[in-house]
């Protein structure tokens, strides 16, 4: 019996314009964290287009087995078993990787969350390595659209360490653990995919 696969209308509705910006970013052979994979959709469309790449798709430890039934179903022979991996956790205990991809979890993680995430993420990466960010994010403290403004807002209401996050406060953040902004990529729906790089010489 197969089990019920979870669903995200939004993963259907932006894993192609994704997939077109990491196949030039992430052109080489390469393990690819995925922090935050949810249903396991993107793991499954990147992995597949991607064969290239071994995608380690990672969650947090109460929900890193939802991807089980996509990735299962998938069956795709460059796609590791998932990991549980709280970002906040002091030691990431993974494999080595060489890039990291993460979409839609800055807004959902507290703020000393996305704060361990950068540091967990330089600490795991090399010089040069990149980190892609997809989501919403704001600009010198404003939204880019109402859609977000109302987004924010009905994030709050759920929890209040939740919310759209400032670039200004990431850059910093970016910073403060050797990951240099290189670029910002408009995508549709008023989200972005940020490319942050490891500094090095
Ligand atoms: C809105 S979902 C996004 C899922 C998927 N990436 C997508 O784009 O549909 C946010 C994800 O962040 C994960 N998450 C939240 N806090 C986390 C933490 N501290 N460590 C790791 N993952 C976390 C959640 O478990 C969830 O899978």
């Known amino acids: 019996m197969t089990a019920r696969k979870p669903y995200s209308q939004a993963c259907e509705n932006n894993k192609q314009v994704i997939l077109e910006k990491l196949a030039t970013l992430f052109s080489g052979p390469k393990t690819i964290l995925e922090i935050g994979t949810g249903t396991g959709q993107h793991a499954v469309h990147f992995a597949r287009n991607l064969p290239h790449l071994t995608w380690q798709p990672s969650d947090h430890p109460s929900n890193y087995q939802l991807s089980e039934p996509w990735l299962s179903e998938a069956n795709l022979p460059n796609i590791s078993e998932p990991l549980s991996l709280n970002v906040s956790a002091s030691d990431w205990q993974i494999p080595t990787i060489s890039g990291v991809f993460s979409a839609n979890t800055a807004h959902i993680m507290s703020w000393p969350e996305v704060e361990a995430m950068f540091q967990g993420v330089s600490a795991n990466l090399q010089a040069h390595e990149a980190f892609c960010l997809y989501g919403p994010f704001n600009y010198s403290g404003l939204f880019?659209?109402?859609?977000?403004?109302?987004?924010?807002?009905?994030?709050?209401?759920?929890?209040?360490?939740?919310?759209?996050?400032?670039?200004?406060?990431?850059?910093?953040?970016?910073?403060?653990?050797?990951?240099?902004?290189?670029s910002d990529f408009e995508m549709p729906a008023n989200n972005r995919l940020l490319v942050w790089r490891v500094h090095g010489t």
């Open 144 to 182: 880019t659209s109402a859609s977000n403004e109302q987004f924010d807002t009905h994030l709050k209401q759920q929890n209040p360490a939740m919310g759209i996050r400032d670039m200004d406060d990431l850059k910093r953040i970016g910073s403060d653990n050797k990951l240099v902004l290189e």
